[in-house]
């Protein structure tokens, strides 16, 4: 069948399995040609492997530090005419490409929050590997099903009193204006169980009591800080309370775990369009407005640019460049007062008539569609295609 984009609002119901398998092609590329890692990890878990920073991580510890992988994600298989999702074909294509080059690759697909999946992915561990030297943690969930059978609901409201600011129409590209509500106590609370670190710090728990994890491994998972602009939607939002969680929880398994020297850190990345940031109200017109300008002073990446120097010149895996709280720093040129200055210029005067002179709508809209695997050079999207894609080591 033909495979053409279904979006609802901010997801694409549909993702095009020879789009999916380019654009990480185009990801392994990049990495080949820019990484420079010195003493890079060999046998790597990523937790949230299929699409994102996770995916960008799995492809710069195979393909830069010839690392084994296991990864783990939770997507689904193409069932009839429903195709797949991007997930599931990019990791279908990852492990292809790991082949081709005898890279170890393994991926288990399930709630990476169960027992389950973390007794699965152990027994994988030490039967293929012995023990992992590097853990990065990289999940976007909306939900958390605790042991106890609890369902925790991860929500996207400020904090304090309900904001208003401007906001873009997802719909038809107009500016309009949004309002978020301020979350109640649960509502907070639940989103730290979701998104905060015990999850992080229970996978660390499991490797360690099961001896699949070796002295000296490097841990770390994924944070945003971004502008005082957004930081009631984000930062002090219920996001950001997760966030200032998973924050305070690598001090604590750097505190736990000092014995086994296993060192845990934070890294801060830049806004980026994934699956789960154009989720957040408000967020998807600062990043239109922030790539437009990053772009025209040639500061602007994406996920597997910024896990490239996250891998490289910041040296996660060595004398790790950290801030003055110990955080890995990749949103340094998002930061940059400068281009925070002109976000804020532009911010001031964006309406519907300029919204493409002073954001990068197009930009936004490509990003979006290439994580479905739509809008890639070279790929005919005309083909009769068959949705059903088998990864390799899924059976
Ligand atoms: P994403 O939506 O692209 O990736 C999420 C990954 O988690 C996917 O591999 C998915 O399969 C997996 N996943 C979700 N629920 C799961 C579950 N229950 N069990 C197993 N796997 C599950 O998200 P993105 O944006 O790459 O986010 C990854 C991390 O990076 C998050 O912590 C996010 O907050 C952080 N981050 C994202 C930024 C952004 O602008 N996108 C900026 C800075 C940090």
């Not at 003493?39 to 690392?67: D, E, H, M, Q, W």
């Not at 976007?140 to 906001?167: C, H, I, M, W």
């Not at 976000?343 to 994580?371: H, L, P, S």
């Amino acid at each position: 069948m033909k495979i053409s984009p279904k979006v609802r609002d901010f997801l694409c119901l549909t993702a095009h399995p020879e789009g999916c398998r380019k654009n990480v092609e185009n990801q392994i590329t990049y990495v080949k040609k820019h990484s420079e890692v010195k003493n890079g990890p060999k046998k790597v878990l990523v937790i949230g492997a299929s699409t994102g920073y996770g995916l960008a991580s799995r492809i710069n510890a195979a393909f830069g530090c010839k690392a084994a992988t296991v990864g783990v994600m939770f997507e689904r298989q193409a069932a009839g005419k429903r195709t797949a999702t991007a997930g599931w074909y990019n990791t279908a294509a990852f492990e292809h490409a790991a082949a081709n080059e005898d890279l170890y690759a393994k991926t288990v697909n399930g709630d990476a929050f169960s027992r389950e999946v973390k007794e699965k992915v152990i027994d994988l561990i030490k039967k293929d590997l012995g023990k992992v030297d590097a853990v990065i943690y990289s999940l976007a969930a909306p939900r958390r099903t605790a042991e106890d059978g609890t369902v925790y609901q991860s929500v996207l409201k400020t904090t304090g009193e309900d904001f208003t600011n401007k906001n873009l129409n997802l719909k038809d590209n107009t500016i309009g204006e949004k309002t978020i509500e301020a979350a109640t106590e649960e509502e907070v609370e639940a989103t730290v169980k979701v998104m905060g670190g015990e999850d992080w710090k229970a996978w660390i728990r499991a490797l360690t009591d099961a001896d699949a994890i070796e002295e000296d491994t490097v841990t770390f998972a994924y944070s945003y800080i971004g502008p005082e602009l957004t930081y009631p939607i984000y930062f002090e939002g219920t996001i950001g309370a997760a966030k200032k969680h998973l924050h305070k929880t690598a001090g604590e398994i750097n505190e736990e775990f000092k014995e086994r020297g296993i060192r845990a850190y934070i890294s801060v990345n830049k806004g980026l369009v994934t699956q789960a940031s154009s989720a957040i109200p408000i967020v998807p017109l600062y990043m239109a407005v922030l790539y437009s300008i990053m772009k025209e002073r040639g500061l602007h990446e994406g996920c597997i640019e910024q896990i490239t120097r996250l891998f490289g010149e910041k040296a996660v895996f060595g004398q790790a460049e950290t801030d003055g709280q110990g955080l890995i720093r990749l949103d340094d040129w998002e930061l940059k007062p400068e281009v925070q200055a002109e976000v804020e210029r532009r911010w001031e005067k964006i309406n519907t008539k300029n919204v493409k002179e002073y954001a990068d709508i197009e930009g936004y809209w490509e990003d979006f569609y290439q994580m479905f695997g739509f809008d890639m050079d070279g790929v005919d999207y005309e083909k009769d295609l068959d949705p059903s894609v088998n990864i390799p080591s899924i059976p």
